[in-house]
């Protein structure tokens, strides 16, 4: 790769933050998107809002499923604030409940992954995220 390469890569390098409890998940995560994105990965919703409020995040990987402060509330949490509004949110969850998977399916997110997550279906929706 050559010096200008190098800069357009990082020019067009998207952030990514990924919400979810389990650390496995997002070890998981971070093998898949890692070479490819910048990823900021954190294990509460209370960790997020303040990355949210020191950094600026292109797509938020988020589980359904958190204590405290679950991935509805947090979407929330990012739809009515102005500056984080637009932030595209991929769910990712474990939930088989139809109710939930229903509720997160029409919430307004991009997209909706059931967990065990395969790593072509994890990529494919984040490459859709960014397609102007």
Do not use: C
């Amino acid at each position: 790769m050559h010096k200008i390469d190098i800069i357009f890569a990082m020019i067009d390098e998207k952030t990514i933050l990924a919400v979810d409890d389990m650390p496995e998940v997002l070890v998981t995560i971070n093998e898949i998107l890692g070479e490819e994105y910048d990823l900021r990965l954190v294990k509460s919703a209370a960790a997020a809002m303040t990355l949210l409020y020191n950094e600026k995040v292109d797509l938020i990987i988020l589980d359904i499923d958190m204590p405290v402060l679950s991935g509805f509330d947090f979407q929330e949490f990012v739809k009515h604030k102005e500056e984080t509004a637009n932030i595209p949110v991929l769910f990712i969850t474990s939930i088989t409940n139809p109710d939930l998977v229903s509720k997160a399916k029409t919430s307004g997110a991009m997209g909706f992954i059931s967990k065990p997550f395969n790593a072509d279906e994890l990529r494919l929706q984040v490459s859709q995220a960014f397609v102007v």
